[in-house]
């Protein structure tokens, strides 16, 4: 839902030939039509991802949201998909047209091309579910042959549920079943690490370590905020259910074409801030951050409506939910099969928060009081909602603030440092800590267990998507990441497949990118 690039660092420390930062701009353009402010030179005008404002935002938010986030600091930046801004807060742009449709690949790319009679080789098998990948000899190699599925016997009444069905190959298959879809799928096939092949009773055709290792993802939180927002400032009447959604859509309301995320930012402590967190933290930042500007430590977000338990939102007032999203996190997990069955469990290890030193929970610590400060300064904000924050003692300077609707917020300032900040003490931030460590979750962010790198590297594919080590097979999907980027993920896996297009397209003999 979010428009949100990599950034120009990301691409490059990828270190492959074809796949630097330059050398994508051209598909980054390709695959989008946009409407936002910036460089045009940077941005596509003709591609068939809409990219636009949409029908509905909130702009008197937003100016209360940037009143507040300069008193604490932040600046307004206009562009930050530019690959080069940092450091700032947008008025995002996202994934939907004018009118309030949103663009997704499906009905970008796909649904066009079934519709347009010009596809007849173009066919969508639905409700099934990719089991391997078939080989077959091919001198002193394996090749990629068929396409091993199961459909789904709800949806096939002549399926029974343990029948597969084959799909030939005559020249190529390539698997995009995503970073948490494709390991399995992979590991099913015989492409693997050899020791996780045989407890899972899978016969080896490539012994290949990477694949499932390194899992990566954003850290994400969640901490909604009581406001007086009007009700059509956010979506809570629609999400909570006090208005009609037939009825809603039946008067055209513009913010059902809204994602309710108007503010985002990608943010980086100052130096002054990285001093006091911790001697691991600085050393951390040092080494990847402090010369490398382009690089944020978070990405951020304002979303105009309550997430998080459905019983603590019982009052009929207005909220926002603040999101805060480890860029670049050190923890790492592992994604691997424990049979050949794809309804066999995984060996999944999410990995959050276990890297040595704890800095990615220092990191979020740092997040929560920045993302606070903002908040607590907004006009419309009237408090925390209890029980969606860390738990600090009543006494605490940072417990739970609640301010009745029709009052003025105190702490609202036009000047920076007129308001002083919340004072934590070692007692609120091991609250904080505890609080993360129970409520971290996803971001739907995942990559890297397939990963572009040589295989001496825990490589799985090359730069142009080939599986080492087997002939006739590619992946193409955010698993071949060999390094996390400081953005939501959605924009570089469409660039994955623009990119994995033309390789493709040239491989065959079909001309070049277009």
Request: charged share 25%; net charge negative.
């Amino acid at each position: 839902m979010m428009y949100t690039r990599a950034q120009r660092d990301d691409f490059d420390s990828w270190n492959t030939p074809g796949w630097s930062t330059d050398e994508l701009i051209p598909f980054l353009r390709k695959l989008e039509t946009y409407d936002g402010p910036g460089d045009p030179s940077l941005h596509g005008t003709s591609g068939p991802v809409r990219v636009s404002s949409g029908p509905f935002r909130s702009v008197e938010t937003e100016d209360d949201f940037l009143r507040a986030a300069a008193a604490t600091g932040c600046r307004e930046v206009k562009d930050l998909q530019d690959l080069d801004r940092n450091d700032g807060w947008q008025r995002w742009w996202r994934y939907v047209s004018p009118e309030g449709v949103r663009s997704d690949t499906a009905h970008a790319y796909v649904h066009p091309r079934l519709r347009d009679g010009k596809h007849p080789n173009l066919h969508v098998v639905v409700e099934a579910q990719v089991v391997r990948v078939l080989f077959e000899d091919d001198g002193d190699a394996k090749r990629a042959s068929a396409v091993e599925y199961a459909p789904n016997p709800k949806f096939n009444p002549d399926a029974t549920g343990r029948e597969r069905r084959t799909v030939r190959a005559r020249k190529l298959v390539v698997v995009s079943c995503g970073a948490c879809g494709t390991p399995p799928v992979l590991e099913r096939s015989g492409i693997g690490a050899a020791p996780v092949l045989e407890r899972a009773g899978v016969p080896l055709v490539q012994d290949l370590p990477g694949v499932g290792y390194d899992y990566q993802d954003h850290h994400l939180t969640l901490y909604p905020f009581r406001t007086s927002m009007r009700p059509d400032q956010t979506i809570d009447d629609v999400i909570l259910g006090r208005v009609s959604l037939e009825a809603a859509r039946e008067r055209k309301e513009p913010r059902l074409g809204w994602n309710s995320i108007d503010m985002a930012a990608k943010l980086r402590p100052t130096e002054e801030e990285t001093l006091g967190l911790g001697e691991t933290f600085r050393a951390a930042w040092v080494k990847d951050y402090k010369d490398k500007p382009n690089r944020p430590l978070f990405i951020m977000a304002m979303i105009q409506v309550y997430i998080g338990p459905p019983a603590l939102a019982d009052e009929p007032i207005q909220y926002i939910t603040m999101g805060n999203c480890t860029a670049y996190p050190y923890s790492r997990g592992h994604l691997h099969i424990t049979g050949p069955s794809p309804n066999d469990p995984l060996d999944f290890d999410v990995g959050y928060f276990g890297d040595p030193g704890e800095v990615d929970i220092t990191k979020q610590v740092w997040a929560y009081k920045k993302m606070r400060e903002i908040v607590r300064r907004m006009s419309t904000y009237r408090g925390e909602v209890p029980g969606c924050h860390p738990q600090f003692a009543a006494d605490s300077a940072a417990a739970c603030v609640r301010l009745e609707i029709g009052d003025a917020n105190p702490f609202t300032t036009g000047e920076k440092g007129a308001v002083a900040d919340i004072a934590y003490t070692e007692e609120d931030d091991a609250a904080i800590r505890q609080w993360l460590r129970e409520t971290v979750q996803t971001t739907w962010h995942s990559l890297g267990t397939a990963k572009m790198a040589p295989r001496g590297d825990l490589g799985v594919v090359d730069a142009d998507l080939s599986v080492h080590g087997v002939r006739g097979l590619k992946v193409a999907d955010m698993s071949i990441a060999p390094a996390n980027i400081g953005s939501n993920t959605n924009n570089t896996a469409i660039l994955i497949g623009e990119k994995a297009a033309d390789i493709i397209i040239r491989e065959l003999g079909l001309g070049g990118a277009k």
